[in-house]
């Protein structure tokens, strides 16, 4: 009689329990929009299984605290999570296994300024702009490094970073100063001068797109430096205006006219600090850079993006001239071919 009444006991509890462990195979999803899961680190299991549970991830908590149970050597990593659809407690539980943390992914290009990361980070909605502007004006960060430099622009390195939706802007600028100091440690720069080369680098950034005609760039303003030349340089011209809020997207008379202090047109030797933040190749560059006796370079007519580069004035009035001519060309060409021909329909007056 005893061993009946237990079995009557033990069969529904069985029961119960199988389908305890069955409901975790079972989607779900009790929120309408995305839901963020923040887990910080140290957090205990069954708060864990109170944060998903409020936030609708699971259905109730014991069902979390039962999947933890059954998988008794899951580590759960500690971060913020983004859930969209509908999932099982395992599959929850192998995110939170796993560290699927969420992050923006950030890619900074090579020759970016503050101006171009800012509206980029607000395009993103990521931070607004006048919060990373404040913060890069800041240059504490690489003053141990180099001290000249106003603000931390070219030492933020171009790469592709991941923010949480908590990484500030003086974090974020912190982890672009650490990436650009071990990108300057690799070049093995010896004793340059730190700013005066990322000065320089940023210069010959903005120049080329091409990696192999940067070391030819550098030497070009090396040269004019030495010589005594003004470096004439249109991008110092662009980040002077920017500084002053009245760049309008070409260059101007009144730009190469401008008396600010980081225009090359009117002011010796190099600017005052960066005008970008140059890449491993034009930093490399301007640690390295060719030797030769180049003054001039003007660009290629053929669109490749590359540069004839002159000795003399003579020399460089003529690849300016072919360059013009080579315009023009291109540009009449493109006109021939809006022209309608014999038989094509024409608009009517």
Same mark, same amino acid.
């Given at each position: +009689?005893?061993?009946?009444?237990?079995?009557?006991?033990?069969?529904?509890?069985?029961?119960?329990?199988?389908?305890? $462990?069955?409901?975790?195979?079972?989607?779900?999803?009790?929120?309408?929009?995305?839901?963020?899961?923040?887990?910080?680190? #140290?957090?205990?299991?069954?708060?864990?299984?109170?944060?998903?549970?409020?936030?609708?991830?699971?259905?109730?908590?014991?069902?979390?605290?039962?999947?933890? !149970?059954?998988?008794?050597? @899951?580590?759960?990593? @500690?971060?913020?999570?983004?859930?969209?659809?509908?999932?099982?407690?395992?599959?929850?539980?192998?995110?939170?296994?796993?560290?699927?943390?969420?992050?923006? %992914?950030?890619?900074?290009?090579?020759?970016?300024?503050?101006?171009?990361?800012? @509206?980029?980070?607000?395009?993103?909605?990521?931070?607004?702009?006048?919060?990373?502007?404040?913060? !890069?004006?800041?240059?504490?960060?690489?003053?141990?490094?180099?001290?000249?430099?106003?603000?931390?622009?070219?030492?933020?390195?171009?790469?592709?970073?991941?923010?949480?939706?908590?990484?500030?802007?003086?974090?974020?600028?912190?982890? +672009?100063?650490?990436?650009?100091?071990?990108?300057?440690?690799?070049?093995?720069?010896?004793?340059?001068?730190?700013?005066?080369?990322?000065?320089?680098?940023?210069?010959?950034?903005?120049?080329?797109?091409?990696?192999?005609?940067?070391?030819?760039?550098?030497?070009? *303003?090396? /040269?004019?430096?030495?010589?005594? +030349?003004?470096?004439?340089?249109?991008?110092?011209?662009?980040?002077?205006?920017?500084?002053?809020?009245?760049?309008?997207?070409?260059?101007?008379?009144?730009?190469?006219?401008? %008396?600010?202090?980081?225009?090359?047109?009117?002011? @010796?030797?190099?600017?005052? #600090?960066?005008?970008? /933040?140059?890449?491993?190749?034009?930093?490399?560059?301007?640690?390295?850079?060719?030797?030769?006796?180049?003054? *001039?370079?003007?660009?290629?007519?053929?669109?490749?993006?590359?540069?004839?580069?002159?000795?003399?004035? !003579?020399?460089?009035?003529?690849?300016?001239?072919?360059?013009?001519?080579?315009?023009?060309?291109?540009?009449?060409?493109?006109?021939?071919?809006? $022209?309608?021909?014999?038989?094509?329909?024409?608009?009517?007056?």
């Amino acid at each position: +009689m005893r061993a009946w009444r237990l079995a009557a006991v033990a069969a529904p509890a069985a029961l119960a329990a199988g389908l305890g $462990v069955h409901s975790l195979s079972w989607t779900y999803a009790g929120f309408g929009t995305d839901v963020f899961v923040d887990i910080p680190k #140290g957090t205990a299991t069954r708060a864990v299984a109170r944060k998903l549970a409020e936030a609708g991830v699971v259905r109730y908590r014991w069902q979390f605290l039962l999947a933890r !149970a059954l998988r008794p050597h @899951a580590r759960i990593q @500690a971060g913020e999570y983004l859930f969209r659809r509908p999932a099982s407690v395992w599959e929850v539980l192998e995110r939170l296994e796993k560290g699927d943390v969420f992050y923006y %992914r950030v890619t900074i290009p090579e020759g970016s300024n503050l101006f171009d990361i800012a @509206a980029a980070l607000e395009e993103q909605q990521i931070l607004p702009a006048g919060e990373f502007l404040a913060a !890069a004006r800041d240059s504490a960060l690489i003053r141990d490094l180099a001290p000249q430099a106003p603000t931390l622009e070219g030492y933020l390195f171009p790469d592709t970073y991941r923010l949480s939706r908590h990484t500030t802007a003086r974090q974020f600028c912190r982890q +672009m100063t650490e990436r650009f100091r071990g990108a300057w440690q690799e070049l093995k720069p010896g004793g340059a001068d730190v700013h005066a080369t990322v000065t320089l680098a940023s210069l010959v950034e903005k120049e080329t797109r091409l990696e192999q005609e940067c070391p030819l760039v550098a030497s070009v *303003y090396l /040269n004019r430096l030495r010589s005594g +030349m003004p470096l004439q340089c249109d991008p110092t011209a662009i980040y002077a205006a920017l500084l002053e809020e009245r760049y309008r997207g070409t260059i101007y008379r009144s730009d190469l006219d401008s %008396r600010q202090r980081y225009n090359t047109y009117q002011h @010796a030797g190099l600017p005052p #600090g960066p005008i970008a /933040n140059p890449g491993r190749a034009a930093l490399g560059a301007a640690v390295r850079p060719a030797q030769t006796g180049y003054l *001039y370079f003007v660009a290629r007519p053929d669109g490749s993006g590359g540069h004839v580069f002159s000795r003399d004035m !003579a020399a460089h009035e003529r690849a300016v001239w072919k360059y013009r001519r080579g315009l023009n060309q291109a540009k009449q060409a493109t006109a021939a071919k809006r $022209v309608p021909g014999p038989g094509a329909a024409r608009p009517r007056r």
